[in-house]
């Protein structure tokens, strides 16, 4: 078995965790929930911090070597050639409101490059899984991008939320949202994982952290996609935050030319 078929099957483990604590406070009554704002005025609650911890632990007993940044605890043995990046909770506003659009993100990067990524649906029990140069899969099924996605003229452009984007990034928005069909809101990193499905075609955001962004890389890209930054470059852990995820490359470019002319 390779070292990246060992790390996958870890990358599983690791999700098979999550579930049952994402499950266990899922629609909870507030006081069990916890929910409270951090300083940066994002919301955090018991289950993100649960989660993170656990999957902490199980890295640090079975991957001692290796480095972990996660969303709620930061980084640990930062200079460590392997990475792992965790967001507990991803869609933490939706999560808190019982909308099961969120979801659970592991990542492993080697020298700052993305080669896993896990994207996990604790309520539907979904999950998407990407491993470099080795494929996507859905639930263990082999997934594509959609086959003849459409013209950036007739593409719905799917974004979380209108205020992430600022200065300049909102007039290359605005731009875009003129060039596309239309916009839909919400769903954080459930749009992407529809990307690698095939059942949407394009998601644009910026200001992503990396936690929020690293997992969402091999999914996307080994189903056929795009996901690179505004500037049209691979996404590694030290990319700027902003990101633009395709069915195919024709329509990436597409979007790039308007968002930088």
Known sequence: MSELAVLRAFAERLADRARPIARRYFRAEAATLGLVDKADATPVTAADLEIEHALRDMIAETYPEHGVLGEEHGAWHADAPWQWVIDPIDGTRAFAAGKPQFGTLIALAHRGVPVL?????????????????????????????????????????????????????????ARLRGACKGVAYGGDCYNYALVASGHIDLVVEMGLKTVDFAALVNPIEEAGGVAVDWAGKALTLASDGSIVAAASRALADDVLRVLRP
Request: charged share 20%; aromatic share 10%.
């Open 117 to 173: 990524g896990v994207i996990d649906q604790p309520i539907t029990a979904e999950r998407w899984l990407g491993v470099r140069g080795e494929g996507a899969w859905f639930n263990g099924v082999p997934v594509r991008t959609r086959a003849h996605p459409p013209r950036l003229a007739d593409a719905v452009v799917f974004i979380t939320m209108p205020e992430q984007f600022v200065g300049p990034g909102a007039e290359a928005f």
